[in-house]
């Protein structure tokens, strides 16, 4: 038993502050949890930098390529194999002197439509050498890379700008009577979807990808284009296409991304992880890094561009091109990759604008031309557009991201099985990363302060799990002898609000329970505003899963330690545990307790009851939270509950990926209730701790 810190307290002077264990914003649970990620990335990028140093010959870069490249595309769920017709369709032409604006959509799988617009050199005989142009994050998708289209088709290159999925023409969640994305803009949209990929184990970067190296195929079709001389380049997002086509697609003869090569080790101390499709699971776990795409790229023409007050941060540009320009100099072409820093913040301003269009002139046309951005006037986004709405949903209809990973997910996800709980134990374990096992070593606790309250008392406790990691927590002991039977709580709402009198905890105390409420790492123990966003909180889980960890996971373990310490306890009856959870992570509960029979009958309240809800309904919110790449492969929740037999597990208000009320398999549903109590009555037992192999 912990020492007490401090003397009892009466009920009438416990605040919402006297129940905190961090008054420090630092070492706040979100906090503290960013850190210990960002230390687990910072070696593993260690690791990988030294084995880049080692590096000395154009035939052990040659080795690596060949494996980054397979890691690559593994992350990325492989690439669709499809190489059917693009089935191009043509929408008109605009005239504008110096060159032409053909307007296309073509299919970069079956009934997945890509507009796009074609700057098509006037002047000039062909064929020329032809850029694709994927572009950056911006709602007017295409048309916002028009003045570089522009640019490039008066110095006789031909330019194939088009919308990646979730931008201009091609919203994912698209809504006619808004006229507008159902949950928001292009980052959102393309985060949102790669909600239902990543279920699967795929990312939705291998459509985004795949759209551009279908765009390259099409170029190839043409007359007027010299396939020997393809380049490709975009800003931001289209700076990140442009990175993996560019890698990835050996048909790219000279690259330019602009605002996006960086290094993880300042993305992890600046910004943090950004959009889904730039954050794979297991990215830095497998030991790579943003330059391994420009290596893969060697030798040939890499331009970095960068611009001064990027939110990228520039030191990491600066490591990706030192990187980079050492594994060049093994090829001897040192002259073929280059950093250019530009003036201003995110974006491509005109200096920006003439080095990438130099860079093209050099590498893709001998040198001729010269770069100086020629006056463009303005044009109207809406000339631009290529459907007759302006957005293939309702012009064309066809595919979705949703709709592909629904078909895919049918052909990936098994038969149903009888169940084989050591199998699904092994599942959990890989999936989750998980690398504890319950019934160890009770961990470090500290009491902060104890207070008495009619019918128990209330205990405020930390938990020191890992190093750096201490998560807070409530204990409340009835009055009377024991040992009882106990409750462990894990619950998203803050701490005031369980602790309140006459809330959950307390109904559970007086009804004769020792109660242990535990906040697994990176919950909040105040409340926090409601996010707007249908993703909450990706950033964390995305953070965890790039150093190859698992936020479901990480928070099992906690458990395990949780259930380790309560077993300690006197008061406790070690065979008569049962568990309540509520929201997120109730999930990282019930998958607890298929590997912890300490644990016995289970309440789970807002909980979600099937991971496939999220891959058939095109809509979630707040999925990251409770995400495992590729869990619909292996099983689901209704696994987990028949797992769980004969213990019970009852379901208060589950809900689907869009937390909505939902039936349930296996498990007792019950509706709104009065008491937590009634539903966990104190025969409920766990059983011995089983050793996970």
């Known amino acids: 038993m912990p020492k007490l810190a401090l003397c009892l307290l009466l009920a009438s002077t416990v605040g919402a502050q006297d129940l905190l264990v961090f008054h420090e914003r ?326 920006s604008r003439e080095a990438i269009y130099g860079w093209f002139l050099r590498w893709l046309k001998n040198g001729e031309g010269v770069a100086a951005e020629p006056a463009i006037p303005p044009e109207d986004p809406a000339n631009l557009l290529v459907t007759p709405t302006g957005q293939v949903a309702d012009s064309l209809g066809g595919e979705t991201v949703f709709t592909l990973n629904k078909k895919r997910a049918a052909d990936l996800i098994p038969p149903k099985r009888p169940l084989d709980r050591a199998r699904l134990a092994a599942d959990i374990l890989e999936l989750a990363a998980i690398q504890a096992q319950p019934g160890g070593p009770a961990p470090r606790v500290t009491s902060h302060r104890q207070f008495r309250r009619t019918g128990y008392n209330l205990e405020v406790v930390s938990l020191d799990v890992e190093p750096g990691l201490r998560l807070p927590g409530l204990v409340l002991v009835p009055d009377g002898k024991g040992p009882r039977a106990a409750v462990l709580a894990v619950d998203s709402r803050s701490k005031d609000a369980l602790a309140a009198p006459g809330g959950d905890l307390e109904d559970l105390a007086r009804a004769g329970y020792v109660v242990f409420l535990v906040q697994p790492r990176g919950m909040s123990e105040t409340p926090q505003p409601a996010r707007s966003s249908f993703l909450g909180d990706s950033s964390l889980p995305l953070r965890a899963m790039v150093v190859g960890k698992n936020l479901v996971g990480m928070r099992v373990e906690d458990i395990f330690q949780a259930v380790d310490y309560l077993v300690t306890r006197p008061e406790v009856d070690r065979s008569r545990i049962a568990g309540f959870g509520q929201g997120a992570v109730a999930m990282a509960l019930l998958h607890a307790a298929v590997l912890d029979q300490r644990l016995g009958r289970l309440v789970l309240q807002d909980c979600l009851v099937s991971y496939r809800s999220a891959v058939d309904r095109p809509v979630h919110r707040g999925l990251y939270e409770v995400a495992i790449l590729g869990v619909v492969r292996r099983y689901d929740v209704a696994e987990l509950v028949e797992a769980l037999r004969p213990r019970e597990v009852t379901f208060l208000n589950p809900v689907d990926a869009l937390g909505r009320p939902m039936k349930v398999d296996g498990g007792r549903v019950r509706g709104r209730r009065d008491s937590l109590s009634q539903y966990l009555p104190t025969g409920a037992r766990g059983g011995a701790v089983a050793p996970i192999r």
């Open 26 to 351: 630092a070492e706040a649970p979100r906090e503290q949890l960013v850190r210990y990620l960002n230390a687990i990335g910072q070696r593993q990028l260690a690791a990988r930098a030294a084995e880049v140093a080692r590096l000395s010959s154009v035939e052990e870069v040659e080795k690596r390529k060949k494996v980054v490249r397979e890691k690559i595309l593994k992350l990325l769920g492989g690439l669709p194999e499809y190489r059917g017709p693009l089935n191009v369709k043509q929408y008109g032409t605009l005239d504008r002197g110096d060159y032409r604006i053909e307007k296309i959509v073509y299919e970069s799988l079956p009934g997945f439509y890509v507009p796009a617009n074609v700057y098509v050199p006037a002047r000039g005989r062909g064929p020329f050498p032809a850029v694709l142009m994927p572009v950056g994050h911006g709602v007017d998708g295409k048309a916002g890379s028009r003045q570089i289209a522009v640019g490039l088709a008066t110095k006789g290159f031909l330019a194939l700008a088009y919308d990646p999925l979730g931008q201009g023409e091609r919203m994912q969640y698209y809504d006619p009577d808004l006229r507008e994305s159902k949950v928001g803009g292009p980052t959102t949209e393309h985060s949102h979807a790669n909600g239902h990929t990543l279920l699967i184990g795929d990312n939705v970067a291998r459509y985004r990808l795949w759209d551009g190296m279908r765009g390259i195929d099409y170029l190839l079709t043409r007359p007027d284009v010299d396939g020997a001389r393809i380049g490709c380049t975009g800003c931001s997002g289209g700076g990140t296409l442009t990175t993996y086509i560019s890698a990835l697609d050996d048909r790219v003869k000279a690259a330019a991304p602009s605002c996006y090569i960086n290094s993880w080790e300042e993305l992890l101390k600046g910004p943090g992880p950004q959009d889904a499709e730039q954050s794979f699971p297991n990215f830095l776990s497998e030991g790579l890094n943003i330059a391994d795409y420009v290596e893969l790229f060697a030798p040939k023409p890499w331009l970095i561009a960068s611009t001064i007050e990027d939110f990228f941060p520039l030191e990491g540009a600066r490591q990706a091109y030192e990187e980079a320009r050492r594994v060049y100099g093994l090829y001897k072409a040192e002259d073929r990759l280059a950093w250019y820093v530009g003036p201003g913040g995110h974006g491509t301003p005109q200096p």
